[in-house]
């Protein structure tokens, strides 16, 4: 009787291992496996200008949303919303067009753009935004950041895509993924989570200089890792690599950690728990200047650069500042701000705006 029970236990385990592995199997070929550094495609529509040294450039850099606008608490935020509807997407889609069509920068950096996700009806929101944008944007690149033809989570149930966007007025010669540390989890979570990353985008100056334009999204929901640290590091080293090699940057996105200085203390108590009260993005503050900077973010009166309006019902104004470009030394800051008012209807991020100014002379 013991040989009986012995012998079906085993069979029961080997079937169920052998399910895990064809399950396992399956998920592999239906998720996204980037390599640490891979090239991305650029598309131009037609020739683009070249940029000129000394030259003044807008950017904007903002978290979309996957153009869900502000009428939702979801699932993944603590509410029970799974989607948005057909209809907030669309106006969401247009209102962020007619924002970026009215402050007219050079270079839009975009995170969380849909293509191909069920909560967005399998749409190209790259295609769908540039049909409203004019024509000047000439060239673009994107990076995924979570890709699947099959997510198993009963809030999702269907396929997810996500991407990083560049847009330029101005020619892009190439661009490139850099692959972000990961949060520590289980194999199988693990192939259905994010894989965050850094996209960089090269725009080639006249007289040989070349002008580098990175956009990235870092963790959300690592609390109780070294995620943050981690990408933190990963991103810095990107930056240190191009200033040593004297080539001007700007490094813009939503990167999920507040600034240095007072803003834990601002939060209320039940924010608090999703942040640090020694941020880890401080290397970046310490070794670069930012947009929005250390001063504006620790002055008596810093919500004119807050950046992120949570979804909370229970929250009803912008509340902190998660979100920054930042730049070279070698690059002049001309303006800055983050656009308010007519964008908190939009997503639960703000538009941070900047310009720069080009190098005059010669690479060194």
């Avoid at 007619?98 to 270079?107: F, G, L, M, N, V």
């Avoid at 979570?189 to 870092?218: C, D, I, M, W």
Wanted: charged share 25%; glycine share 6%.
């Amino acid at each position: 009787m013991m040989k009986i029970v012995l012998k079906s236990a085993l069979c029961l385990i080997l079937a169920g291992g052998l399910a895990y592995g064809i399950f396992f199997a399956w998920t592999w070929l239906i998720t996204f496996h980037p390599a640490r550094l891979q090239k991305e495609k650029v598309r131009c529509n037609g020739p683009a200008p070249t940029l000129q040294p000394g030259q003044q450039i807008k950017v904007l850099s903002w978290n979309v949303q996957y153009m869900a606008g502000k009428g939702y608490y979801f699932f993944y935020e603590g509410g029970k919303d799974k989607r948005p509807s057909a209809a907030s997407i669309q106006h969401t889609l247009e209102s962020v067009a007619e924002i970026i069509t009215a402050k007219d920068p050079d270079i839009v950096l975009l995170q969380e753009v849909d293509t191909g996700a069920a909560r967005t009806d399998y749409r190209n929101q790259v295609h769908d935004l540039l049909a409203l944008l004019p024509d000047k944007y000439r060239c673009r690149t994107s990076a995924w950041y979570w890709k699947a033809d099959f997510v198993p989570h009963p809030a999702i149930f269907g396929a997810v895509g996500m991407r990083l966007v560049i847009l330029s007025k101005y020619r892009i010669s190439h661009s490139m993924r850099h692959q972000l540390p990961l949060i520590p989890e289980g194999p199988l979570r693990r192939q259905y989570n994010l894989k965050r990353a850094v996209l960089e985008a090269r725009l080639p100056v006249a007289g040989g200089r070349s002008f580098a334009v990175l956009n990235t999204h870092l963790s959300a929901f690592a609390q109780g890792t070294d995620t943050m640290e981690r990408q933190v590091a990963e991103v810095k080293n990107i930056l240190d690599r191009l200033s040593a090699e004297d080539i001007p940057w700007i490094a813009g996105g939503d990167y999920n950690l507040l600034p240095p200085g007072k803003a834990y203390e601002r939060l209320p108590q039940k924010a608090k728990r999703a942040y640090r009260s020694q941020t880890e993005i401080k290397p970046l503050f310490d070794a670069y200047r930012a947009v929005p900077g250390k001063e504006a973010l620790n002055s008596e009166d810093p919500a004119p650069w807050y950046t992120h309006f949570p979804n909370d019902p229970a929250i009803d104004q912008p509340d902190k500042t998660i979100d920054y470009i930042f730049y070279a030394d070698s690059l002049e800051t001309v303006s800055r701000n983050v656009r308010q008012a007519d964008t908190w209807s939009i997503s639960d991020h703000l538009p941070v705006i900047a310009e720069f100014r080009l190098p005059k002379g010669p690479r060194k």
